[in-house]
Nanobody, 126 residues
Framework: QVQLIESGGGSVQAGGSLRLSCTAS????????MGWFHQAPGKEREFVAV????????FYADSVKGRFTISRDNAKNTVYLQMNSLKPEDTAVYYC???????????????????WGQGTQVTVSS
């Protein structure tokens, strides 16, 4: 499994933008589906976005469609989450995830991913 390190979290006012980065090491990055989950206080981890693998399709949670964009740079072993038009309800710890051999119907399930980053806090104030 890849090891993942996130960066780029912080505090921003509603309507602002942040870009999260996640750098992988330890395995062939291009063969992994890479994605993001978030967890707000007192809530379960929720799916945000995933890119299936290099050149593959992307999927988003309905709550972030049109505002967030996931992308990857295989040369840098890095996946990004560009977050625009942020809302207070986006406040959470964001986790980078990686996995292989995940069927499409399971891409939104946290249990499908074998690699998790340590998490980075995103706080959006109104």
């Amino acid at each position: 499994q890849v090891q993942l390190i996130e960066s780029g979290g912080g505090s921003v006012q509603a309507g602002g933008s942040l870009r999260l980065s996640c750098t992988a090491s330890g395995d062939t990055f291009s063969t992994y589906a890479m994605g993001w989950f978030h967890q707000a206080p007192g809530k379960e981890r929720e799916f945000v976005a995933v890119n299936r693998r290099s050149g593959g399709s992307t999927f988003y949670a309905d709550s972030v469609k049109g505002r967030f964009t996931i992308s990857r740079d295989n040369a840098k072993n890095t996946v990004y989450l560009q977050m625009n038009s942020l809302k207070p309800e986006d406040t959470a710890v964001y986790y980078c995830v990686g996995g292989r051999g995940i069927i499409q119907s399971s891409l939104g399930r946290a249990s499908a991913y074998g690699s998790w980053g340590q998490g980075t806090q995103v706080t959006v104030s109104s």
